[in-house]
């Protein structure tokens, strides 16, 4: 299988779903006497025991992505989702009070750049999470936006805060259709009182109609806003 991105190159490589520097971010050192328990929505799962260096339970099953992709090509993704990141666990009450995230808090030179890379970031973690499940969207429109750094209206990214506190969780895919039948494939990533809900549209959305809906080139320069309630809870 070649890489769902450059679609040259063999797929050698798994994406942490879960950084590796987000769980030490959240949980500190952990290690055998210290392991993590990975949880997922899916109760009929056992949670997964997890100890250091052997985080790679949060890894893909299978890779589908090249090493050059996953690591040269989308390494400031990664870095603008580690600041984000780390901001948000820093400020996660005021955030989760005001329900603003400004973007040039985090980033304050360059901001719509880190922007787009934040949003790339979370899209390739996406693309491949769906294509290690097979799940039937368009990898084209991912992949150009991934090569050409740009945005598209068939990916978007909400963020959401909830009432009770999770571990870092991932919840399994979902697919919903609309009234004319258009699919949307949807997957949350949890940490703490926040999440982040990843959305594929095989139509785009109104953008009236979704006012939480985050697309850097939807609300270019203004902050991200944070919706109240979960989808899930
Ligand atoms: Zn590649």
């Known amino acids: 299988m070649n890489c769902w991105i450059c679609k040259k190159n063999k797929a050698d490589s798994k994406e942490h779903l879960i950084k590796a520097s987000d769980i030490k971010n959240h949980f500190g050192e952990i290690s055998k006497e210290r392991p993590l328990f990975q949880h997922t929505l899916n109760k009929t799962k056992r949670p997964k025991k997890i100890y250091a260096r052997q985080n790679n339970r949060f890894k893909q099953n299978n890779p589908t992505i090249c090493s050059y992709c996953n690591n040269t090509k989308t390494q400031p993704f990664d870095n603008a989702w580690s600041r984000i990141f780390s901001y948000i666990q820093v400020n996660e ?3 989760t009070t005001i329900k603003v995230l400004e973007l040039k808090n985090v980033f304050p030179s360059n901001t719509y750049k880190h922007a787009v890379e934040l949003y790339l970031y979370l899209m390739k973690i996406t693309g491949c999470y769906f ?3 097979a799940v039937p969207i368009n990898y ?9 750094s740009k ?13 009770r506190v999770t571990d870092l969780t991932i919840t399994q895919i979902d697919e919903l259709h609309d009234e004319n039948g258009q ?4 997957w949350c990533y949890f940490f703490n009182t926040m999440g982040v809900r990843m959305s594929i549209e095989s139509t785009p959305k109104q953008i009236d109609s979704t006012p939480y809906m985050w697309n850097p080139q939807r609300r270019k320069n203004l902050p991200i806003l944070i919706r109240p309630h979960s989808l899930y809870s």
């Open 93 to 95: 009450d005021i955030l």
């Open 151 to 163: 945005c598209t209206d068939h990916f978007n990214v909400l963020f959401f805060c909830i009432d």
């Open 131 to 133: 294509s290690d499940n």
């Open 183 to 186: 699919a949307e494939f949807a």
């Open 140 to 148: 084209n429109i991912l992949s150009k936006c991934i090569r050409e």
